[in-house]
């Protein structure tokens, strides 16, 4: 079956007579041979010689014809005819594949794609099978040929499905096929078990779907997690920048309340006398009342600031705006207090 007819035909070959016939298999009860017809190429299936005139092997392959010739189906191989060839004897004229077999196919180690579509031909083959009420029985790799052209699949030796359907309806339970199937192509069944072949397809689909939505789902995630650590960082800092403000508007109400100490002093209307101790002693208990105030604002403003840490902007502006507010009171002011000297 592994040997390809791609020489040009000539018209001798159209010949009605069986040509070429050659034995490609010998088993046990039956002889396997390739022969021509028509320029076309077949298997002939024949019954081995000593058990060619027991009765019952002669009704085992009427029955395996009787099977095979109602089995249309483009991915098993079709059955034509019973015939009696002379020198090979009473044959089933089957499909000749130009392949070879699922294990061959295999270490050739297909692409996933590949392998995925042979597996769902051989669903369509075997749940056209189930449909009719049949189970394959013998699914193996050598029962499974894979074309050359195309890399399509033929199902292939129908003899144990012959004899079951007539002799045990009862057995044909599709799990026999499933399961062998499962141990052939393993890696494209979802865990669980499967009573049918729709049933095998559904879990398929739904694995197919989940592993579709997995890369969305990873997706979603990642992106709401960015958003949510944005969200933190962004609240944070937002709430940094509120407390600064909040810090701001008290720096600014002690600055406001200093101004008015200030002016105070300075509006009284008392002069100094630099030549007068007592002038002087006074001078000295004004200033002193104007530091002790200085001195309570800066302990409020090292106080506030600690609410930062070292080396954190907000710190660092927070004391740049209490320091500058301090020089613009002092540039307006202090002069005005030296002024009360006289």
């Known amino acids: 079956m592994n040997e390809s007819s791609s020489a040009f035909i000539v018209p001798t070959d ?18 396997v041979y390739t022969a021509t017809r028509y320029g076309r190429r077949y298997i002939l299936k024949a019954i081995a010689p000593a058990y060619a005139s027991l009765t019952d092997h002669q009704l085992q392959q009427e029955q395996e014809f009787q099977l095979g010739i109602q089995l249309v189906h483009p991915n098993i191989a079709a059955t034509y005819s019973l015939e009696t060839i002379d020198g090979v004897g009473r044959c089933i004229v089957q499909e000749w594949i130009d ?18 579509r ?15 009420q049949l189970v394959h029985h013998d699914l193996k790799a050598d029962n499974i040929l894979i074309t050359r052209n195309g890399a399509n699949v033929k199902l292939i030796d129908f003899g144990l499905s012959a004899v079951d359907a007539i002799l045990s309806p009862v057995s044909n339970n599709p799990q026999t096929d499933i399961q062998a199937l499962r141990r052939l192509l393993p890696s494209f069944f979802p865990a669980g078990q499967f009573d049918t072949i729709p049933a095998l397809r559904k879990a398929i689909l739904r694995r197919k779907r989940i592993a579709q939505m997995l890369p969305v789902l990873f997706s979603i995630i990642l992106l709401s997690s960015a958003a949510f650590f944005f969200y933190l960082a962004w609240h944070e800092r937002y709430a940094e920048q509120q407390r600064f ?12 309340q200093e101004r008015e100490l200030i002016m105070e002093l300075v509006n009284r209307p008392d002069s100094f006398d630099r030549h007068s101790s007592a002038d002087m002693m006074a001078f000295a208990a004004y200033l002193s009342e104007y530091t002790q105030m200085r001195q309570r604002q800066w302990e409020i403003r090292d106080s ?13 502006q927070f004391f740049t705006r209490w320091g500058h507010k301090e020089l613009e009171l002092d540039k307006e002011f202090y002069p005005q207090l030296l002024g009360k000297q006289k």
């Open 14 to 31: 159209f010949s009605s007579e069986w040509r070429d016939i050659t034995l490609v298999q010998e088993r046990t009860h039956s002889l």
């Open 99 to 116: 392949g070879v077999t699922l294990g061959e196919w295999l270490q050739t180690k297909p692409t996933k794609g590949a392998q995925e």
């Open 118 to 132: 042979v597996f769902e031909q051989l669903l369509d083959a075997l749940e056209y099978l189930h449909g009719l």
């Open 245 to 256: 403000e909040q810090m701001t508007r008290v720096v600014d109400t002690h600055i406001a």
């Open 304 to 316: 506030l600031v600690e609410t930062y840490p070292e080396n954190d902007v907000l710190r660092e």
